[in-house]
């Protein structure tokens, strides 16, 4: 910590002003929404049109980049709806959004209320809530434009025990022993930033990126923000082989944007966040990442990067990581829903020790006739010894080294209904069942699995 005393005072400064204003928005937004035109009802017959229910009228809250009198860069737009990783151009995004003088004010939203229901030894049963909401604001400014954007999430009071039941998961700590069988959650301050966007021309555009609290460029577009992950309340297991780092100390990040190509490059706090979820957590800037984003077609959207972190775990602090991911994303849009997918891969390689761990992803999310979502994810994720210690504190010398590929599945499907304006609320389940090796057996039984059942409540525009 005495590395960075002479400006913690400024950075909470910043995050106080970010936070104050963002919470102001969340107020002013809930005012009159302005209209929209939504590209997935352009094609359906205009007959009857008194007849629209409130969740047609959702939808029209979900395009990017389109507002009466206001139309942001579609780069910018992707930034203010999926944080620094693009998905395609087409990806709808739910959101609340109105105009306040020159800024274009926008609130992106969910919250799962979660009965969670496992099998096996290592099975546990929980009620828990994993939420995030995120404000923001936009406008043209100079010979560009500024986004403020914060997020926050109540995770921390709304799952217990500071962590989550999740066969297999792995990754940080609570209560000085490392989760196992669990997944942690957020931090209350998940993202606090500002974003400049200068258009050099027509076709290029440098950006800028400042956060106390962040996303740097790695990874994928992170799993909460996933349109193919949008209605799975469920982590990933190859969380901290591909996108963990969307919560970073003391972001700062240039990139260009030409045409459909975008490059990215970032300078980070390396450590990840500690098990104390409400404050700010802080640190010199000691890793790197890099991004190459390409977007060939609306519709298509894949990266790969490669980054250097700097003593990630606080369970190993003498161990970096080189992490490379790369991933695939496609968005089909249709005339009542989309069809979103992405295929992702992430490595890790500790160092010294020269550990390799792979992590694979497929997902899918399909919404149709407007109110109906089925998802699926399949993966194949290596783990550690720590499966083996469960709930035990690593014993003196405990170094990570590989113990088993664990693959994982799921599949669910929710049901929007109309409830409260602006806001869509859905029931839905999911089924998880595990594939694994017979060494791991006697620990979780033969046939792991496990039951969620859900409510989803998340914030939508209005066109009426």
């Not at 926050?152 to 069988?181: C, H, M, W």
Request: glycine content about 8%.
């Amino acid at each position: 910590m005495q590395d960075q005393t002479s400006w913690r005072f400024p950075r909470l400064l910043f995050a106080g002003i970010v936070t104050v204003f963002s919470f102001n928005l969340c107020v002013i937004a809930q005012g009159q929404m302005p209209e929209h035109s939504h590209p997935q009802q352009q094609n359906k017959p205009e007959q009857e049109p008194q007849q629209q229910t409130e969740h047609e009228h959702q939808m029209s809250g979900m395009e990017h980049g389109q507002h009466e009198g206001m139309t942001m860069p579609e780069h910018a737009t992707m930034q203010a709806g999926h944080r620094a990783a693009a998905e395609p151009a087409s990806t709808p995004v739910p959101m609340l959004t109105t105009m306040r003088g020159k800024w274009m004010l926008m609130i992106h939203s969910v919250a799962f209320l979660n009965s969670l229901q496992q099998s096996g030894p290592r099975g546990e049963d929980k009620v828990f809530s994993n939420n995030w909401v995120m404000p923001m604001a936009h406008r043209e400014l100079g010979p560009g434009s500024l986004t403020l954007r914060a997020m926050f999430s109540l995770e921390p009071a709304t799952i217990t025990n500071r962590r989550y039941p999740e066969l297999f998961q792995t990754g940080e700590t609570a209560f000085g022993k490392p989760i196992v069988d669990g997944q942690h959650p957020h931090d209350f301050f998940m993202e606090i930033a500002a974003l400049y966007d200068w258009k050099v021309s027509e076709s290029t555009t440098l950006s800028f990126y400042g956060a106390p609290t962040g996303d740097p460029s790695l990874g994928p577009t992170a799993f909460p923000h996933r349109m193919s992950a949008s209605e799975n309340p469920m982590a990933p297991l190859g969380h901290h082989l591909q996108d963990s780092t969307h919560i970073a100390a003391d972001v700062f990040t240039v990139g260009v944007n030409h045409k459909a190509v975008r490059l990215e490059a970032s300078g980070f706090h390396g450590r990840e966040p500690d098990e104390h979820r409400w404050d700010i957590d802080s640190g010199k800037i000691d890793s790197w990442s890099t991004r190459l984003t390409i977007s060939p077609t609306k519709n298509w959207a894949g990266q790969y990067s490669i980054a250097r972190l700097n003593s990630p775990e606080n369970q190993e602090p003498e161990a970096d990581i080189l992490r490379m991911t790369a991933s695939l994303t496609y968005n089909r849009p249709m005339a009542d829903g989309n069809w979103a997918t992405t295929l992702v891969w992430g490595r890790n390689r500790t160092m010294p020790d020269n550990e390799i761990f792979n992590g694979y992803l497929l997902e899918s999310t399909l919404r149709f006739r407007t109110r109906n979502y089925v998802w699926g994810r399949l993966e194949n994720a290596d783990r550690t010894n720590e499966l083996l210690l469960g709930e035990k504190v690593p014993p003196p010398g405990f170094r990570e080294h590989f113990v088993a590929r664990v693959q994982g599945y799921s599949i669910g499907y929710d049901h929007d209904f109309d409830l409260i304006p602006h806001l869509g609320t859905a029931l839905g389940a999911q089924v998880n069942w595990y594939g694994i090796p017979d060494t791991l057996r006697p620990i979780y039984g033969k046939h792991p699995a496990g039951v969620i059942v859900f409510l989803r409540v998340r914030p939508f525009g209005d066109s009426r």
